[in-house]
């Protein structure tokens, strides 16, 4: 049976932790839409989440589906181990 | 004041049928005393932003019961 090696769950967990930084920052300038600063870590850590996906999908397969990943070949979808089952 | 916890004496009736619990405590989480964020609070990292449940250290409230020891959240 196919183990996910130990690098799946240390990049798993960095894109969780961007993407919850980028939940907040979004909450923040919601109600901040002036604060420079702020702005400009949020499109920093939308950077850094673009990088972290590609770097991840390029490993272990798309994240999204609808055009919002990329595929190869042979069509990678429905490979285990699915969301579930990690 | 500003706590995490506060707690008040409810009543005991003299024909409670169970064990009264005569300190009761409730959550004050750190928001309600702030009113409007102000800018450039300081931040946790981004993993521990996502063990504390928030990106700003000015909010980060350990929730967890009283009766139980605290699990999850931040080491402390």
């Given at each position: 049976?196919?183990?996910?090696?130990?690098?799946?769950?240390?990049?798993?967990?960095?894109?969780?932790?961007?993407?919850?930084?980028?939940?907040?920052?979004?909450?923040?300038?919601?109600?901040?839409?002036?604060?420079?600063?702020?702005?400009?870590?949020?499109?920093?850590?939308?950077?850094?989440?673009?990088?972290?996906?590609?770097?991840?999908?390029?490993?272990?397969?798309?994240?999204?589906?609808?055009?919002?990943?990329?595929?190869?070949?042979?069509?990678?979808?429905?490979?285990?181990?699915?969301?579930?089952?990690? | 004041?500003?706590?995490?916890?506060?707690?008040?004496?409810?009543?005991?009736?003299?024909?409670?049928?169970?064990?009264?619990?005569?300190?009761?405590?409730?959550?004050?989480?750190?928001?309600?005393?702030?009113?409007?964020?102000?800018p450039?609070?300081?931040?946790?990292?981004?993993?521990?932003?996502?063990r504390?449940?928030?990106?700003?250290?000015?909010?980060?409230?350990?929730?967890?019961?009283p009766?139980?020891?605290?699990?999850?959240?931040?080491?402390?």
């Amino acid at each position: 049976m196919k183990q996910v090696p130990a690098e799946y769950y240390q990049l798993m967990e960095q894109l969780q932790a961007v993407d919850f930084v980028l939940v907040e920052l979004t909450l923040y300038l919601d109600t901040h839409n002036d604060d420079l600063e702020a702005i400009n870590q949020f499109n920093h850590y939308a950077k850094e989440r673009k990088r972290l996906k590609k770097a991840f999908e390029s490993q272990f397969g798309p994240l999204l589906q609808f055009g919002n990943s990329y595929s190869s070949y042979p069509w990678n979808w429905d490979d285990t181990p699915w969301p579930w089952q990690v | 004041m500003n706590t995490h916890f506060k707690t008040f004496h409810p009543y005991v009736s003299p024909f409670d049928p169970c064990p009264p619990i005569l300190e009761k405590a409730y959550s004050t989480p750190p928001n309600l005393y702030m009113g409007f964020q102000p800018p450039n609070l300081e931040q946790f990292t981004p993993l521990e932003a996502l063990r504390a449940g928030t990106l700003w250290k000015a909010f980060y409230d350990p929730w967890f019961s009283p009766l139980e020891p605290g699990k999850g959240g931040l080491p402390q």
